[in-house]
Nanobody, 131 residues
């Protein structure tokens, strides 16, 4: 069973930075594309960022582009989300998710912002940005 455990959330002020981590166990990490999603209170879950199985390709939502950076370390089975210049609207529970990529190991990759395509999810970590 693949398990995902997020960490790194907390309470910060607007303009600060945080780095979220998500450790994956129980599967071959390099076979999965990884995504970060978030859910603010009273709102639907939204896509934040995704990274391909190799780490060579990334996608970001418009709301975080230029401020957040996704990366992965396949030797450590970990995906990261570096969040800079945090804004009040970034307050949410952040979830990492894993998507089994049948292209993994080859020349192609699959990335998507659709949460329904992801196979496994973590429990989430709270990020609160105050003014």
């Amino acid at each position: 069973q693949v398990q995902l455990v997020e960490s790194g959330g907390g309470l910060v002020q607007a303009g600060d930075s945080l780095r979220l981590s998500c450790v994956v166990s129980g599967g071959t990490f390099s076979s999965y594309a990884m995504g970060w999603f978030r859910r603010a209170a009273g709102k639907e879950r939204e896509f934040v960022s995704a990274i391909s199985w190799s780490g060579s390709n990334t996608e970001y939502s418009n709301s975080v582009k230029g401020r957040f950076t996704i990366s992965r370390d396949n030797d450590k089975n970990t995906v990261y989300l570096q969040m800079n210049n945090l804004e009040l609207d970034d307050t949410a529970v952040y979830y990492c998710a894993a998507l089994y990529d049948t292209y993994a190991g080859g020349s192609y990759y699959y990335l998507t912002h659709l949460p329904s395509k992801y196979d496994y999810w973590g429990q989430g970590t709270q990020v609160t940005v105050s003014s």
